[in-house]
């Protein structure tokens, strides 16, 4: 019997100077590809991050508006370690995001506000590799900002955005999305990984709701394993992975 066939991972597009990371809840880029994000920035490139919620359904014991004003803290703490100096928030519901018009909406308008060439979202399908069942807050933001890529650029959709200042942006060449089970693209975790288990220390409250680990074992070990498993298709080397749509 011969052995399955690992398909390797093709380096992500370097020809870009703009990005935008839309995701629902803080914490999602950090468990996911503040690596690679670091790696950007310390480039010189520059990245901004769009939080649809603020999280504020995420610790049991703290109400929502506690919740809400210390998970923005702890988000752009961890941004800042990455090198990441712009943090906006959209104010949806957390738990019960809507996909739909005011959702995509939204997504546009920050598009068209930070004309990025490549936009950034996490896994949009119903499960995460077909072993766990996603979030519906994950599934309806990551499906908004890839359809919110093109929205972006047309002008007979969402003409209020133009009324209001935003004009057309059609210049986003690539969105890839981070937790995919069918990834096709990476980067190099090496140089940015230390920090992303710093970035993601910095939602220490959040963690210690998780889990009774230590959380600095528990980031580094969550990140670490991650990078190494995806490495396996990326010649050894540490590495966040995409599923990259181009436009």
């Known amino acids: 019997m011969t ?31 503040s690596a690679a994000i670091a790696a950007w920035t310390d480039e010189g490139r520059e990245v901004a ?3 649809a919620t603020r999280g504020e359904a995420g610790i049991d014991t703290l109400a929502p ?7 923005e803290r702890e988000q752009r703490a961890g941004a800042a370690v990455v090198g990441v100096e712009r943090v ?19 997504i546009a308008a920050a598009i068209r506000r930070h004309r990025p060439e490549l936009v950034i979202t996490l896994n949009h ?4 590799g077909g072993v ?19 929205d972006a650029g047309n002008r007979w959709i969402f003409p209020e955005l133009a009324e209001r200042g935003l004009e057309p942006w059609n210049g986003v060449r690539w969105v890839a999305v981070a937790g995919s089970g069918t990834p096709t693209h990476a980067v190099d975790a090496t140089p940015g990984l230390e920090r992303a288990v710093r970035s993601l220390l910095e939602h220490r409250t959040y963690i210690e709701t ?14 670490t394993e991650s990078a190494e498993a995806t490495g396996e298709r990326f010649g050894g080397r540490p590495a966040v992975a995409f599923e990259l749509f181009g436009r």
């Open 3 to 33: 052995e399955p066939t690992i398909t390797p991972l093709e380096p992500m597009p370097g020809d870009w100077q703009r990005a935008l990371a839309v995701v629902a809840h803080p914490d999602d880029l950090e468990y996911g590809c």
């Open 49 to 51: 991050y769009l939080l």
């Open 65 to 71: 508006a506690e919740c809400a004003v210390l998970r």
């Open 125 to 128: 399908r119903d499960t995460w």
């Open 132 to 150: 766990a069942w996603n979030t519906p807050d994950h599934v309806a933001v990551g499906r908004a900002t890839l359809d919110a890529a093109a």
């Open 88 to 106: 906006e928030f959209l104010d949806h519901k957390d738990g019960v995001v809507e996909y739909g018009i005011a959702l995509r909406r939204d």
């Open 210 to 223: 998780l889990t009774d680990e230590d959380p600095e074992t528990y980031a580094r070990t969550f990140l």
